[in-house]
């Protein structure tokens, strides 16, 4: 009996299993959007990062290997234009569905702010610099650092499941079930950090470049000012002057460097004060692995580093 089946089953055995359609093949632009997108693929694919970790996406040059990620892609999500003008250039010749998420419907966007120093604003504000402005809005003014409110960070959760959905239908309940469950999560973050920075109180802080000003408005936490404008250009002297004249006026206690920029500039701005120059953040997680978890731990390394400057 052995003798007559094995035969009959090595044929059976050669057969390959079914498989799941193939998902499509997705590409981003930056980690955080790379951590939404991670979470809303979940265990059926990852996707590809354009723009290499460490870097600044504020004038970028990709490299063969990003432009051909770019090209394989069948979905692309980006922030948009206001960020990477540069970027929109080659999605326009080598991506096939490529999704600003700056457009999103529901997303609050805020209008870069071009003096050196700002006024307070209160919790969760949103007026004054733009607040829900329409997908249309003048991309050389809208401040592109979005992801920086889990609000939004949610928003956009939401958008990457349908386009998915659309894409790749099979799993289109996969896709919308990690994304509720993302926005869950990120629901229970932001009372987390709330709480955290409501316990430790307002510091009185000077940011590198402007690029959190949403964070900033959901926390209720503002700057005092920023060396350089959102786009992390070299300051003029006049506004180095103006941060300067700032810091004596309101008792500053950290200045923010960032790992992308050289912080000799803050040296050169601050030597000589009592203000604490030693402190770094960063808007993008430059330290964090890249992956779905890397968007939570963002969030929360900025609220540990403004609760540290005013703990200290």
């Known amino acids: 009996m052995p003798v007559l089946v094995r035969p009959l089953l090595l044929p059976l055995l050669a057969v390959p299993t079914l498989a799941y ?5 997705v590409a981003v632009d930056i980690p955080p959007v790379h951590a939404l997108a991670s979470q809303v693929m979940g265990d059926l694919g990852a996707p590809e990062l354009v723009i290499r970790p460490g870097a600044s996406p504020h004038g970028y040059s990709m ?16 922030v ?15 991506a096939d569905d490529a999704v600003a998420l700056l457009e999103a419907p529901g997303l609050t966007r805020y209008d870069v702010r071009q003096s050196a120093t700002f006024e307070a604003h209160g ?3 949103e007026a004054g610099h733009g607040g829900h402005h329409p997908a249309d809005h003048d991309h050389a003014g809208l401040d592109p650092h979005a992801w920086l409110d889990p609000r939004n960070a949610r928003v956009w959760l ?15 309940a996969t896709y919308r079930d990690n994304a509720r469950r993302g926005q869950a999560e990120l629901a229970q973050l932001s009372k987390e950090v709330e709480e955290r920075l409501v316990a430790t109180g307002k510091p009185h802080f000077i940011v590198f470049h402007d690029a959190y000003q949403y964070f900033e408005r959901r926390f209720g936490v503002p700057a005092a000012g920023a060396i350089s404008l959102g786009d992390a250009s070299d300051p003029s002297p006049s506004r180095v002057r103006e941060i300067q004249r ?25 030597g000589g004060t009592a203000v604490d120059t030693s402190r770094v953040i960063d808007p993008l997680g430059v330290d964090l692995a890249t992956g779905p978890g890397l968007y939570a731990e963002l969030i929360r390394q900025l609220s540990d580093g403004l609760a540290g400057c005013r703990q200290d």
């Open 158 to 172: 939401g958008v990457m499941a349908e386009t998915l959905a659309k894409a790749d239908p099979e799993h289109a």
């Open 123 to 125: 919790h969760g504000d």
């Open 63 to 78: 490299r063969p290997s990003e432009a051909a990620s770019l090209d394989r892609a069948e979905v692309v999500f980006w």
């Open 246 to 270: 700032r810091v004596e006026a309101l008792d500053i206690d950290c200045v923010f460097t960032e790992p992308q920029y050289n912080p000799q500039l803050v040296e050169s701005v601050f």
């Open 21 to 25: 359609a193939e998902v499509p093949s």
């Open 80 to 94: 948009g234009p206001a960020l990477t003008p540069w970027l929109g250039r080659s999605i326009d010749s080598l």
